[in-house]
């Protein structure tokens, strides 16, 4: 029984290993994905606090002031809110993000619409852990991949049973300091690695999740709209931003604020985007660009069942479910495969050469 277990293990390992390195090495990569530009570009996001803030519409008229598009004053879009010691990030009508320090009213920079070389970089990097740049076919075999790395681990903790190796002699020879790392390894990265595995699964097959949830995703709704009055002066003034931001913390009290959509039409909405203490993903409230008043609240945490675990795996999977931790451990564990796979292929070849 036990040459049957080290044939599967050996082979199934061989047979994935290539695509198992390149998985861990991009998921290494990709848990910190949103931090390398912060790391790379302090002054434009890193700001001193002093003293409180200015309101969210100072800022938009300063970025509206100072920031031109062909001669005529900039169209503000988007607003990334930061919290403490964060610079806030305009994004504007033509594609351009303007940094600005809040506790200052000042520009930190504007950055154009195109993508830059580390856009274009994690673009391919998140191609190739998701699909190896080939498409459907590509994604298939990334899944066929990461259900191989659920075979191999358990065939790989009954293996170890026999030598039970729970550190390294380093002092050994390289070969055994190499069977040592093997076993160690997987002894103690087992765990997160079946889950990085099991919630990639999950993400693309998602049906197990709905089956335990007993529930359906959920259908996605048509955004409500914002209703003009027929009365309303060419000379109208829309609430101030922050007049929704506070309509916005009412709805979802104890939720933190950190996006504002403004509204592209007419009848388009005012978008806040908020997380709560205990959610983990954003509720969106929506309100009347004219007004100001409650349009509809999408509150996370009232979402069907379906959709909420969904979305709680697929921040188990990319690390972001709680925070900076989650991502070092996230980042960690997929070098963590990276080395067993190198580990294991050269105990094969060792044997493959005898």
Do not use: C
């Amino acid at each position: 029984m036990r040459r049957f277990w080290i044939f599967l293990h050996r082979w199934v390992g061989l047979a994935a290993a290539a695509f198992l390195v390149l998985s861990g090495l991009t998921g290494s990569i990709l848990a910190f994905e949103n931090d390398y530009d912060r790391w790379i570009h302090p002054s434009l996001w890193r700001v001193v606090p002093e003293g409180a803030p200015a309101s969210e519409q100072t800022l938009a008229d300063i970025v509206t002031r100072q920031v031109s598009s062909d001669g005529s004053p900039a169209k503000v879009e988007l607003i990334d809110l930061a919290g403490d010691g964060m610079a806030q990030v305009f994004t504007l009508s033509d594609g351009r993000r303007v940094f600005v320090n809040p506790y200052r009213q000042s520009i930190l920079g504007v950055r154009d619409g195109k993508p830059s070389a580390g856009d274009k970089f994690f673009f391919t990097v998140r191609q190739l852990h998701l699909s190896l740049l080939a498409g459907v076919w590509g994604r298939w075999i990334v899944e066929i991949a990461s259900g191989a790395l659920l075979l191999l681990i358990p065939t790989g903790l009954y293996l170890w049973w026999d030598k039970k190796r729970v550190s390294v002699k380093w002092k050994a020879s390289w070969r055994r300091v190499n069977w040592d790392l093997h076993s160690v390894l997987g002894l103690y990265g087992f765990a997160v690695m079946v889950t990085l595995a099991g919630s990639g699964l999950l993400i693309s097959f998602p049906g197990p999740l709905y089956f335990v949830t007993g529930s359906a995703p959920q259908i996605v709704e048509a955004l409500p709209r914002s209703t003009p009055s027929e009365n309303l002066s060419p000379n109208f003034l829309q609430p101030e931003l922050d007049k929704f931001m506070v309509a916005a913390e009412a709805a979802l009290p104890g939720s933190q604020l950190i996006r504002v959509q403004l509204p592209r039409g007419p009848r388009s909405p005012v978008q806040i985007q908020m997380r709560g203490p205990n959610a983990s993903s954003s509720s969106t409230v929506y309100l009347d660009r004219y007004d100001g008043h409650i349009l509809r609240v999408d509150d996370a945490n009232n979402r069907a069942p379906a959709l909420r675990a969904f979305r709680t795996n697929q921040a188990v999977h990319t690390g972001a479910i709680w925070g900076m931790p989650s991502k070092i451990l996230a980042s960690l564990s997929s070098l963590t495969l990276v080395f067993s796979v190198i580990t294991g292929f050269i105990i094969w070849w060792r044997k493959a050469k005898t």
